[in-house]
């Protein structure tokens, strides 16, 4: 989720989004890690996007805070688009990261999965604002996956586990390193359709979920997102 300002002067659009991430496995070393990551690879492709008769370049602005004891209340009562909340935790059902929704703002991210260059926390981010899964998984002769692919994708072998197993076995289907943000993912958000006040729009909804630990709650249930 996120606050989308809309600067024409300076032939721009800039996504806010502030990321708060909590639980056990919450760092400032991990923080920072995923904070820049996201914004580096949302950035990448300087996508521009049309508004009224001129091109303006899309501008990522993502920060980010650990607070491992945020209460609920905080979560529950959030007003604020630009907060997307995000336990993170060395144990979740399902045993993969997922956020509440396709257009939220909270989530559950599994430790193992946020090594560096895991780009699972962009691919997330991606969903907070509104952007699912691809309907064709398999991109065999077409490239480089973008950033929505999920796990599971049949690529072509420089983008495997191992370029060297057949697709489809296991180690042939799509590292998640490999997933790239492309300005087509960036259109895919359609911000030209958003609804602005004095500049300003909101980008997804707010699902405002404070996720428990699931080693002692019991959790709840994983959405397929990841």
Not at 163 to 187: E, F, I, N, Q, Y
Not at 191 to 199: A, C, M, P, S, Y
Request: glycine share 8%.
């Amino acid at each position: 989720m996120g606050a989308a300002e809309l600067q024409p002067e300076h032939k721009q659009l800039i996504i806010h989004s502030h990321f708060v991430f909590y639980g056990s496995a919450a760092t400032p070393e991990l923080t920072a890690q995923l904070r820049e990551e996201t914004e580096t690879l949302w950035n990448e492709p300087k996508a521009q996007v049309q508004w009224r008769d001129h091109l303006i370049t899309v501008n990522f602005r993502i920060t980010a805070s650990v607070q491992p004891i945020i209460s609920d209340l905080e979560v529950y009562q959030n007003v604020d688009p630009r907060n997307n909340f995000f336990r993170i935790e060395p144990f979740i059902l399902g045993n993969i990261s997922f956020v509440d929704g396709v257009g939220c703002n909270s989530g559950y991210f599994l430790l193992e999965n946020l090594y560096a260059g895991s780009t699972t926390a962009a691919h997330e981010y991606g969903h907070t604002l509104g952007l699912d899964h691809p309907h064709n998984l398999d991109l065999r002769g077409l490239g480089r996956p973008g950033i929505m692919y999920p796990r599971g994708t049949l690529v072509d072998p420089e983008f495997q586990y191992d370029p060297a197993v057949p697709a489809g076995l296991k180690g042939g289907t799509m590292h998640p390193m490999h997933r790239r943000v492309l300005t087509s993912d960036v259109h895919q958000l359609k911000l030209h359709r958003l609804r602005f006040e004095n500049r300003f729009a909101v980008v997804g909804e707010f699902t405002n979920v404070f996720h428990e630990d699931h080693r002692t709650a019991g959790g709840g249930q994983a959405s397929p997102m990841a």
